[in-house]
């Protein structure tokens, strides 16, 4: 299994600035995931983190909006830039797939809310 | 791209009965999981399923995958207060954890 720690769990942001979010896993894990979950909605992948490379974007997102660091194996951070209201949601870093059974672990999540 | 469809989106239950929760993908899947999300949470890994025709039962959910690993569906019996939540499916086209997750079915349960 894997322990996840995010942070900050939540933040209220003014539009225009860029906030940094950190997750600390209790384990090496080879690949991270940052999803996004907006109000009442389902999961969205926005990128896999691996260490010491590129992450790799999904359609819809670019690095230049949420650049990514993965520094080594146990941490990672997702920073959203240039915020407006549209990007109030739960951001979730995740680890698991192959090498950790399968199932993803996820952090507690943190809440945005951009004014 | 991938699609991950899932439906209903909203299930209201009378405590006691049962439902189903389905889930569709418009490509093959390597392997389908199911989380749940309780209000304020975050989601928490159910079950995963592999195998074509592969049915995994835990209590009283009942988890299937079809023989074309393209659906799944997840049944529960006689629901409790504590089944409230919202159930994701979460859709796979190889192994290394890249998800596509279902709209969630959120489920309320009345006493």
């Known amino acids: 299994s894997a322990v996840i720690s995010q942070k900050p769990s939540r933040d209220i942001c003014q539009r225009g600035t860029s906030l940094t979010i950190q997750c600390q896993v209790d384990s090496q894990v080879t690949m991270m995931f940052w999803y996004r979950q907006q109000p009442g909605q389902s999961l969205t992948l926005i990128a896999t983190a691996n260490q010491g490379s590129e992450a790799t974007y999904e359609s819809g997102f670019v690095i230049d909006k949420f650049p990514i660091s993965r520094p080594n194996l146990t941490f990672s951070t997702l920073t959203v830039s240039n915020m407006s209201p549209e990007d109030s949601s739960i951001y979730l870093c995740?680890?698991?797939?192959?090498?950790?059974?399968?199932?993803?672990?996820f952090g507690e999540g943190s809440r945005l809310t951009v004014l | 791209g991938q699609q991950v469809m899932q439906i209903p989106q909203y299930q209201h239950v009378q405590e006691g009965e049962d439902f189903t929760t389905y889930c569709n993908s418009s490509?093959?899947?390597?392997?389908i999981q199911w989380y749940k999300q309780r209000p304020g949470g975050h989601p928490v890994f159910l079950i995963q399923?592999?195998?074509?025709?592969e049915v995994k039962k835990q209590k009283r959910l009942t988890f299937q995958f079809g023989e074309a690993k393209k659906n799944s569906s997840l049944h529960i019996t006689a629901t409790q207060t504590t089944d409230v939540g919202t159930y994701f499916c979460?859709?796979?086209?190889?192994?290394?954890?890249?998800?596509?997750f279902g709209a969630g079915t959120q489920v309320v349960v009345t006493p």
């Open positions: 490509t093959t899947l390597s392997n």
């Open positions: 399923l592999v195998k074509s025709g």
């Open positions: 995740s680890v698991g797939g192959r090498g950790l059974g399968g199932e993803l672990f």
């Open positions: 979460a859709g796979a086209t190889d192994s290394w954890g890249k998800f596509q």
